[in-house]
């Protein structure tokens, strides 16, 4: 990474520090994008008067669109952790934690925290993560299909129009898919359940990996 390349890079994570902060601070009263721009302006606001901001290397990417402690985030996710419960464990406060999370999903370009799980699988980052246990693990054909569109970020609606059936039937066959896969934790956001379904389906074979991942997997 160059030298300017870094600097924006350190320039992009404080500015949502400060976003972040100003959003814990503020509340309601301030929207996820004033919050952005306020991170942003403080930061020009700062260069300009003179201060600087320097990196930490602790922290230092570890691949080209990941910082150091995204696939905390990531496997936090595949767990079906709610971002309090990974903001609990981390150490990091929550609106820090959803705006690194915002953060994420714009450097891999994920629709949704499902589909950066997926994108995280499928790029190989989640090699480090174990599988969770589970027995044979049999999918319908409806399913599969099912499971692959929320794969690959559709919505509810977008999946309702994919298939050709109405909104009800899919939530129908997700909590069914769900329950198949043993995805939903006692007491756990609903929304949690999403991300851990994709990341179960790579586990254990139900969605296709790259096959240069299958190999080396083999």
């Known amino acids: 990474m160059s030298t300017t390349e870094a600097t924006a890079a350190v320039d992009i994570e404080a500015a949502a520090v400060i976003a972040a902060t100003a959003s814990a601070l503020l509340g309601r009263r301030l929207t996820p994008a004033e919050a952005d721009r306020l991170g942003t302006a403080a930061l020009q606001a700062l260069r300009a008067d003179g201060w600087t901001v320097q ?10 669109q990941l910082c150091a402690y995204d696939p905390t985030l990531l496997a936090g996710l595949a767990r079906g952790c709610s971002t309090h419960e990974i903001a609990a464990v981390t150490g990091i406060p929550h609106a820090t934690l959803r705006h690194r999370i915002q953060r994420l999903r714009g450097r891999i370009g994920a629709a949704n925290t499902a589909h950066a799980v997926a994108i995280a699988y499928r790029n190989g980052w989640m090699a480090g993560l174990a599988p969770e246990p589970r027995g044979p693990i049999t999918l319908s054909t409806r399913q599969r299909q099912i499971l692959s569109l929320i794969a690959d970020g559709h919505t509810n609606e977008v999946i309702s129009d ?36 994709v990341a179960l389906g790579y586990q254990h074979g139900l969605l296709p990996l790259p096959a240069a991942l299958s190999a080396s997997a083999a």
Do not use: K, M, W
Request: net charge positive; aromatic share 4%; glycine share 6%.
């Open 55 to 64: 990196p930490d290397f602790t922290r230092r990417r570890i691949h080209p």
């Open 162 to 197: 994919h298939i050709g059936v109405c909104r009800d039937s899919v939530i129908t066959h997700i909590r069914r898919l769900y329950s198949v896969l043993d995805a939903s934790r006692t007491g756990g956001p609903t929304t949690a359940a999403r991300p851990r379904a």
